[in-house]
């Protein structure tokens, strides 16, 4: 059996036998903190305890109708460049990483296999993005990512019936409205539990929306899986 050959790490560029190496994997992905069990973001002061249920002031006062969120890390340099790659420049590799990453990160939350979803799905992208990248960068994510918790991968549970305009130009009032009804639910999902895939969370809007979707549907609970999370202000 040969060894496998070196490739260039994808943060630093050094020869590395994995997709980043060992100095850029424990400079930036070793993240301790604790985040909120619902939206995912850093509870400052408190580090990783186990299996408890901590969720934000905001997911509090106003729960999202969406009930867990798994995020790596956060959306910040040298890390955001590796969701720009797969999304921008097919750098397909990278989804596989955050697949492994995100599988472990479930794995070691999760008390028992009841906890999974039934089904995994990709934000959707309306048909003209989609044409126009070539393939839907969630999708690459959750497709390994479902083999990896041995789930079922769906791609085409969920559709984006409306072309919205970017998200990234909005604020978090314009990001609701933009996507409020932009998704429809393409097959039945009664009693499961649905899991959504996506590269980056900025403000939530996009995967609120969906969950109000699913919730309509009937889906029982919604968890999403996301490489990058952005921090609240």
């Not at 789930?151 to 909005?170: E, F, K, M, Y």
């Not at 959504?196 to 889906?219: F, N, P, Q, S, Y």
Request: aromatic share 6%; glycine share 6%.
């Amino acid at each position: 059996m040969h060894a496998a050959l070196p490739n260039l790490c994808a943060l630093c560029g050094n020869l590395s036998h994995k997709t980043l190496c060992a100095g850029c994997d424990e400079a930036y992905w070793n993240e301790a903190g604790l985040r909120c069990t619902v939206c995912a973001v850093p509870l400052s002061g408190t580090r990783w305890a186990g299996h408890a249920q901590y969720r934000c002031a905001d997911c509090i006062g106003e729960p999202p109708p969406f009930d867990a969120t798994f995020a790596l890390a956060d959306y910040r340099q040298p890390l955001d460049a590796l969701a720009l790659g797969l999304k921008f420049r097919a750098r397909l590799m990278l989804a596989r990483e955050f697949a492994q990453r995100l599988a472990r990160l479930a794995g070691d939350s999760w008390v028992d296999a009841t906890e999974k979803p039934d089904v995994l799905s990709p934000v959707p992208l309306a048909n003209k993005r989609l044409t126009e990248r070539g393939y839907n960068q969630a999708w690459q994510i959750a497709r390994p990512l479902a083999r990896a918790l041995n789930v079922r991968g769906d791609a085409t549970l969920l559709r984006r019936v409306i072309h919205t305009a970017p998200q990234s130009r909005l604020d978090l009032d314009a990001r609701r409205l933009n996507v409020g009804r932009a998704f429809k639910v393409a097959k039945p999902v009664q009693g499961l539990h649905v899991g959504i895939v996506d590269d980056v969370m900025t403000t939530g809007a996009t995967l609120e929306a969906l969950a109000r979707t699913l919730k309509a549907a009937g889906a029982r609970r919604v968890t999403n899986f996301v490489a990058l999370r952005t921090p609240k202000n």
